[in-house]
C-alpha cells in the first residue's frame, strides 16, 4: 500500500502579507495557557514468587523494554573489586542449555539485545517478540553457567579497559574522587584494579548470584507495547520456579569527611587542561523533604546554563563547560562541581567555583534566578514523560525507596513551593566549602603550587594510592659553582681553555640493527653528526648560523625547530655557552637516582627545549641530561644517562650511554674520542651535493 | 526440505513483511525559500523545532578551518530584541532546553519547549535567522571557548584526534579532509567582519529547514510560521558549495600516531560513495554483518574468540560527498595493531570470497529493522530526522520508508561492495600507540 503525503497548501503568499502588520518583533511573545500535564499511570503488581512487577504500557512504537533490578545494598567487595559486576557480566555469558555463541546468535536474530551487570539485566527488541525476550531474560536469571572460560575472557578485557583508564583524565578523576572521598572502607569509595580483578573466580561469581539472586530482590520494569495481564502471566510462566531467599542487611559507617579543605591531585604530565571535580558527601535520604529544595539550588548553582556555565565559560573562557550535580543516597549523598579547564587558570577557575558555591550560601537567590530554575525544572520534567522509560524508571525508584506512591505525581506542586529562603536554608545547611574535597587530575609541574593556595596538596597515583613524596632537601649549592665542579672534575680550567675540537665515535642498536654514530665539534659552537645503519648515511651539520642535513634523500636545510635543537647541542663547552643561547639556569633540587644523589639543574628559555642535567652531589660528574620538547601532542622527554667515565687525553668522557624516551632505552658504546685534531671548517657546512 | 524452508524464510522478509513506522506531516516552501515540515505528535505536551542550515565545515576555507563551528556558538549572542547573554536563559525561563551541533555539511539548532511556548521558540529561532547581532566581546570569549572545546574533546582526550588524523590522510583536494572542530591556529585568525559576510551567505532562508514537531495544531502552526519566518528575505548570493572532487585513491596511505594511550588501536578508512546512492546502502549493510551486535563477524571473531580486542566497530561516515567506510578496533593489552590488523583483513577477505549465509543475512534485516523502529521515539529526535532527510536526501518520507532502501539490499550486493570498495589501494590505516613505544 502507498502512503501518501497530506500536500502543502497554496495560499501561503497571501496569508503572510495579511500576518506580517501584526509582528512586533520588539516584544517577546507571550505563553499560551498551560497545557495539561498527565502523569502517565503503570500497574504495579507482585507474583507469587514475591517478583514485584511495574507495566508502562506505552503503544506509540512496537516495542518492548524489560528492566529486571535487584533491588539490594551496596556491597563492599575489598581485594576482589569488581566481582559483583563481572558476576553480573558474566550471567549473559551462558546458561545451562545456551552457550554464549547460541545466546548472541538468538538474541541479533531477534533484532534485539541483552545486556546483564551487577544490579540489573536489561532487554530490548520488538513487541512481537515479548515471550521469547522474556524467556531469554528468565534463562539468564535462572540458569547461569558461570562458564570459566568466559570469566577469563572478561577479566581480560576489564583489565584492557583498567590500563585504558590510567591514561583517561575524566576516569582517573572519578577514581580519585570517590577514594579520597568515601575512603577505602565505604563500599562507595571501592575502587577496581587489576590485582582485584584478577582474584576474581568462578566460585565468588556463583557466590555472589546465590547471594542476591533472588525473585523477593527482584523488581522488572515493562515497557512498550504490552498488556499487563499478558505480561504476568509470562512472567509467572518463565519465573514460576525462582526460588525466594533472605539477603543480607549490612551496615556501613559514614565516611569521615574532612576538618578542613583538601587537595588531591594525580600529576598527569601530558594534560593541556586541570579536569577538576569538588567534591562533597551530603548526609540526604531520597524520603527527605530536602530532596526538592536542595534539586531547585543545585540547579541554580550549577544545572545547565546557571551560575557556573555562566562564571567559567560565558564570563571568563576558562572552558568549555561547568557544572554541578548533587543527588540523595540512602546511605551518603554526594555534591559535585565539575569542569575541565587550560593549566593556566586551573586557581582562577577554582576560585570562582567556591565564590558561586559561597554565594549561594551567604546570599538569598534573586527571584528573577530562581523562577528561571524552577521552570527549566519543571519544563524538564514534563519534558521527561514523553520517554516511556523514564517513567518506569521513576516507579522503580517509588518501589525501591518506599516514596510515597504520588511522589512523581506531586512533583510538580512540590517543586512550585520552593521559595529563597528555603534555597539558602539548604545551601548553608548541606555545603561546607572549607571542607571540601578538590580532586584534579592535570600536569603537576604547571599546576601543583596553584591548588597548593587552597589548602594542603597530597599527591594520588592513577588508582587512587598515596604517592610518598621524599622531604625536599635544602639546596645549599649555586649553578655556578656546580659547573665549575663538573668541570674541574671532567679536565681542569687550563684544558677546556685549550679545547679546540672533539670527535667521538659511538655504536649501539636500535631495534636489533646495528648503528654507528660519530660527532664532531669545533670550538665555540660548530656541529657536525653522522649516523649510519644498514648503509644508509645520515648527516647534519651546524657552521655556527645555519643548519643541514643529507641523506640518501638529498640535502635540505633544517627546519626551525631541529635547527633550535642543533643550536643547543653545538656548544663545546655547554656552561659558559648556555647563557649567549637564552637560557637561565637554576638549582631546582636534589633527586635520588639508584641510591645516589645528584643536584638537579633546570635550563628554561623562551624557545628551544627545556632541559634538566643531573651532577653527582659528591664529585660534580654529570649522571643524566634530560631533554623535553613540545610536540602538537604534549611534552616530550628524552633521557640520557652517563656511565664509566674514562681519561682521554686529559679530559674525562662517559664511555657508555643510555638514551631513553617514555621508558624506552637504547644503549650507545664509545668507539674513539680524540681531541684537538684540528678539524676543517668544511666539516660543518653544507656539502654541494 | 531445507532448502524449501530456507526458500520460504527468505520470501517472507524479501515481501517486507517488516513493521511500518508511519511519521505524516506537512511540508512546503515559502516564499523566501524556507522549506517547512509541520509533524502533530500529542503525546506529550511539548514541542521540538529545528531549523537546519546547509552549510558544515565544508563549506570553510582552508585558512579559516573551524569557521562554521565557532559561528554555531555566535548563534546564541542574541539580537536587537534579545540582549547577549539572554538567549539561551531566555528558552530555560520558558521550561524549555536548546542546543546546536556543526557537522561536515550541515549546521542546526533545535529548541524544544512546553506547547504553549511555541511563539517564544519560533520568535528566537527567526530572529537570529534574520538579524543575529554579534559584537566583539562576543566573538573573543566565544573564540577561548571553542579552543577549550578542542582540547577537551581532542587533545585531552585519549584517541581523541582520530576523525582529525583519518580525514586529513585520507582526503587531499576535498575540504572533508579537515573537521568541524577546526585547528586553533585559524579560530585564533577569524575576524568579525568575516563572520558578518558568512552570516549573510550562508544563513538564509533558501538555504535552510525548518522542522515543528509535537502537540501542535497544524493549521495554527502555519500560520505562525507565516508570521515569524516569512518577513525574513531570501538570500541574494550564490551559495558556496566547494566544488573540489576527491580524485580516486590510487596507494594505500599509512601512518603512525604516538598518543597517551595505553591501549593501541587500528583504525581503517576506505573511501565509499555518498549517502543515498545504492552501494552505500549495501556498505551500510555491511556495517551490521560487520559489528551490528555480539554475533556478528568482527565482533565474535576479535572480542569473543581470538581476544585480540577490547572493541571493534565498523562504522559508515556517510555524507553529502563521498565519505568513508570506517573500521576501529581498540587491541587488549599485550596484543600488537598488526595482528589486529591480519585478523580484521582476514574476516574481510573471507566477506569478499563467500557470500553470508541465507540465516545471517535473515539476521542484520532484522536487526536493522529493529533499528529503524526504535529510532522516533522522541518529538526532538523526529524532528532532527525529517530536517536531515530533507536536506540531504530531498525526501522527508524517508522517515518512514528509507528501511526499505536498507531491505532492497541482496546478499549478492553485499559481497560486492566488500570486493569494490575494501580494497587496500582505497584505504587509509591508522596506528595508534602508546608514547612509550615511540623510538622502538
Not at chain 1, 322 to 327: F, I, K, V
Not at chain 2, 163 to 173: D, G, I, P, Q, Y
Not at chain 2, 335 to 351: A, G, S
Not at chain 2, 366 to 375: A, D, G, L, T, V
Request: proline fraction near 5%.
Amino acid at each position: 500500500m502507498k502512503r501518501f503525503l497530506l500536500i502543502l497548501f497554496a495560499c501561503a503568499a497571501v496569508m503572510t502579507t495579511a500576518v506580517q502588520a501584526q509582528l512586533d518583533r520588539s516584544k517577546i511573545p507571550p505563553p499560551g495557557p498551560a497545557p495539561a500535564v498527565s502523569f502517565p499511570d503503570y500497574d504495579l503488581l507482585t507474583t507469587s514468587n514475591g517478583m514485584r512487577i511495574i507495566v508502562v504500557r506505552n503503544t506509540e512504537l512496537p516495542t518492548i523494554t524489560i528492566r529486571l533490578v535487584i533491588d539490594r545494598e551496596p556491597v563492599l567487595e575489598k581485594e576482589h573489586a569488581g566481582y559483583v559486576d563481572i558476576a553480573g557480566q558474566l550471567m549473559r555469558s551462558g546458561t545451562a542449555t545456551r552457550t554464549k555463541d547460541q545466546l548472541d546468535e538468538e538474541i541479533d536474530m531477534l533484532g534485539a539485545s541483552i545486556g546483564a551487570g551487577g544490579t540489573s539485566i536489561f532487554a530490548n527488541g520488538l513487541s512481537r517478540n515479548s515471550e521469547k525476550l522474556i524467556e531469554l531474560v528468565s534463562d539468564i536469571t535462572l540458569h547461569p553457567s558461570f562458564p570459566k572460560d568466559e570469566l577469563e575472557k572478561l577479566v581480560m578485557q576489564t583489565t584492557s579497559g583498567l590500563k585504558a583508564r590510567k591514561s583517561e583524565p575524566d576516569q582517573i578523576v572519578e577514581v580519585l574522587r570517590k577514594k579520597v572521598l568515601y575512603g577505602s572502607a565505604h563500599p562507595y569509595g571501592e575502587v577496581e584494579t587489576e590485582e582485584t580483578v584478577g582474584r576474581i573466580t568462578r566460585e565468588k561469581c556463583v557466590e555472589m548470584y546465590r547471594t542476591f539472586f533472588k525473585p523477593n530482590a527482584a523488581i522488572m520494569a515493562v515497557v512498550g507495547d504490552v498488556d499487563t495481564k499478558t505480561i504476568l502471566a509470562l512472567v509467572e510462566k518463565y519465573f514460576g520456579g525462582w526460588k525466594k531467599g533472605e539477603l543480607p542487611k549490612p551496615v556501613f559507617a559514614d565516611p569521615q569527611g574532612f576538618e578542613k579543605l583538601q587537595v588531591a591531585l594525580v600529576d598527569r604530565p601530558s594534560s593541556v587542561q586541570s579536569v577538576i571535580r569538588v567534591a562533597q558527601g551530603v548526609e540526604l535520604p531520597r524520603t527527605s523533604p530536602d530532596v526538592m529544595p536542595v534539586s531547585v539550588m543545585n540547579s541554580v548553582l550549577g544545572g545547565g546554563v546557571f551560575r557556573l556555565f555562566t562564571n567559567l565559560r560565558e564570563k571568563h573562557s576558562y572552558t568549555y563547560g561547568a557544572y554541578s550535580s548533587m543527588g540523595p543516597d540512602e546511605l551518603i549523598g554526594a555534591f559535585t562541581a565539575y569542569t575541565s579547564v587550560r593549566n593556566s587558570v586551573t586557581d582562577s577557575a577554582l576560585k570562582e567555583i567556591f565564590y558561586e558555591i559561597r554565594r549561594m550560601r551567604d546570599e538569598p537567590v534573586e527571584s528573577v534566578e530562581l523562577d528561571r530554575a524552577k521552570s527549566f525544572m519543571s519544563g524538564s520534567f514534563v519534558a521527561s514523560l514523553e520517554v516511556a522509560n523514564t517513567v518506569a524508571n521513576y516507579a522503580l525508584e517509588i518501589e525501591r525507596y518506599s516514596l510515597p506512591k504520588d511522589y512523581y505525581k506531586t512533583y510538580l506542586k512540590r517543586l512550585a513551593a520552593v521559595d529563597a529562603k528555603e534555597v539558602k536554608r539548604v545551601a548553608t545547611q548541606y555545603l561546607q566549602p572549607d571542607k571540601m574535597l578538590v580532586a584534579v587530575v592535570g600536569s603537576s609541574k604547571d599546576v601543583k603550587e596553584k591548588l597548593a593556595a587552597f589548602g594542603p596538596v597530597t599527591m594520588y597515583d592513577e588508582e587512587g594510592n598515596v604517592v610518598v613524596a621524599k622531604p625536599a632537601t635544602v639546596v645549599k649549592v649555586s649553578v655556578d659553582q656546580i659547573f665549575a665542579g663538573f668541570l674541574q672534575k671532567t679536565g681542569g680550567k687550563a684544558k677546556y681553555a685549550a679545547l679546540k675540537d672533539k670527535t667521538l665515535e659511538l655504536s649501539g642498536k636500535m631495534q636489533g640493527m646495528d648503528m654507528k654514530l660519530k660527532t664532531v665539534q669545533k670550538a665555540p659552537a660548530k656541529l657536525y653528526q653522522e649516523m649510519s645503519m644498514m648503509g644508509m648515511v645520515q648527516r647534519t651539520g651546524y657552521d655556527g648560523t645555519k643548519g643541514w642535513t643529507a641523506s640518501p634523500q638529498g640535502i635540505q636545510d633544517l627546519e626551525a625547530g631541529q635547527l633550535e635543537s642543533m643550536k643547543v647541542e653545538a656548544p663545546i663547552e655547554f656552561y659558559s655557552a648556555y647563557k649567549a643561547l637564552g637560557y637561565k639556569a637554576e638549582v631546582t633540587g636534589v633527586k635520588e637516582i639508584k641510591g645516589k644523589e645528584f643536584y638537579e639543574v633546570s635550563f628554561t628559555a623562551q624557545s628551544g627545549p627545556q632541559m634538566r642535567h643531573y651532577f653527582d652531589t659528591k664529585d660534580f660528574l654529570k649522571f643524566r641530561e634530560v631533554n623535553v620538547s613540545t610536540t602538537p601532542r604534549g611534552p616530550m622527554e628524552q633521557s640520557t644517562d652517563l656511565f664509566d667515565y674514562k681519561d682521554f687525553q686529559g679530559y674525562l668522557v662517559p664511555t657508555r650511554y643510555e638514551q631513553s624516551v617514555m621508558g624506552q632505552s637504547m644503549t650507545f658504546t664509545l668507539e674513539k674520542c680524540v681531541f684537538n685534531t684540528g678539524i676543517d671548517d668544511k666539516t660543518f657546512e653544507k656539502p654541494a651535493k | 526440505m531445507r532448502t524449501l524452508l530456507s526458500l520460504l524464510f527468505t520470501a517472507l522478509f524479501a515481501a517486507g513483511a517488516v513493521a511500518q513506522v508511519n511519521i505524516t506531516f506537512v511540508e512546503y516552501d515559502l516564499p523566501n525559500g524556507l522549506h517547512v515540515i509541520l509533524h502533530q505528535d500529542r503525546s506529550a505536551p511539548i514541542v521540538a523545532q529545528v531549523v537546519a542550515y546547509h552549510v558544515g565545515s565544508k563549506n570553510e576555507k582552508p585558512d579559516r578551518t573551524g569557521f562554521a563551528h565557532f559561528f554555531e556558538h555566535l548563534m546564541f549572542e542574541g539580537s536587537p530584541n534579545i540582549a547577549r547573554g539572554e538567549f539561551t536563559k531566555m528558552v530555560q525561563n520558558a521550561g524549555g532546553n536548546l542546543n546546536a551541533f556543526t557537522s561536515f555539511d550541515q549546521t542546526v539548532y533545535f529548541i524544544t519547549v512546553p506547547s504553549n511556548q511555541i511563539e517564544l521558540a519560533m520568535w528566537m529561532e527567526s530572529e537570529r535567522m534574520l538579524q543575529l547581532k554579534v559584537d566583539s566581546t562576543g566573538v573573543e570569549t566565544q573564540r577561548g571557548v571553542v579552543k577549550e572545546e578542542r582540547k577537551q574533546g581532542l587533545e585531552n582526550r585519549p584517541y581523541g584526534s582520530v576523525l582529525e588524523k583519518t580525514m586529513v590522510n585520507a582526503f587531499k583536494v576535498h575540504p572533508y579532509r579537515w573537521t568541524p572542530i577546526g585547528s586553533a591556529q585559524y579560530i585564533d585568525r577569524a575576524a568579525i567582519d568575516e563572520f558578518s559576510t558568512f552570516y549573510k551567505a550562508f544563513y538564509v532562508p533558501n538555504n535552510a529547514c525548518l522542522v515543528i514537531a509535537g502537540d501542535i495544531d497544524i493549521e495554527k502552526t502555519k500560520t505562525l510560521v507565516a508570521k515569524y519566518y516569512g518577513d525574513i528575505p531570501r538570500g541574494s548570493g550564490d551559495i558556496y558549495r566547494p566544488k573540489e572532487v576527491e580524485p580516486p585513491q590510487t596507494t594505500e596511505v599509512r601512518d603512525t600516531v604516538y598518543d597517551n594511550i595505553q591501549l593501541p588501536a587500528v583504525i581503517m578508512a576506505y573511501h565509499m560513495p555518498a549517502q543515498g546512492t545504492k552501494d552505500n546502502y549495501a556498505l551500510d549493510m555491511l556495517t551490521t554483518l560487520l559489528s551490528g551486535g555480539e554475533s556478528s563477524r568482527m565482533t565474535k571473531r576479535l572480542v569473543d574468540k581470538d581476544k585480540l580486542a577490547v572493541a571493534v566497530q565498523s562504522i559508515p561516515l556517510s555524507l553529502e560527498d563521498p565519505g568513508l567506510f570506517l573500521m576501529f578496533a581498540v587491541s587488549n593489552f599485550g596484543k600488537t595493531p598488526r595482528e589486529v590488523e591480519n585478523v580484521i583483513q582476514e574476516e574481510i577477505e573471507l566477506v569478499k570470497k563467500e557470500q553470508m549465509r541465507e540465516s545471517e543475512f535473515t539476521k542484520i534485516r532484522n536487526q536493522r529493522e529493529s533499528e529503524f523502529i526504535q529510532k522516533n521515539s522522541t518529538v526532538q529526535g523526529k524532528a532532527l530526522q525529517l530536517a536531515n532527510y530533507h536536506l540531504f536526501f530531498g525526501d522527508a518520507n524517508l522517515i518512514n520508508k528509507e528501511i526499505d532502501r536498507l531491505m532492497q539490499v541482496t546478499r549478492e550486493d553485499v559481497q560486492r561492495v566488500a570486493q569494490q570498495y575494501l580494497a587496500n589501494v582505497n584505504r587509509t590505516v591508522l596506528y595508534y600507540l602508546p608514547k612509550a613505544q615511540q623510538g622502538q
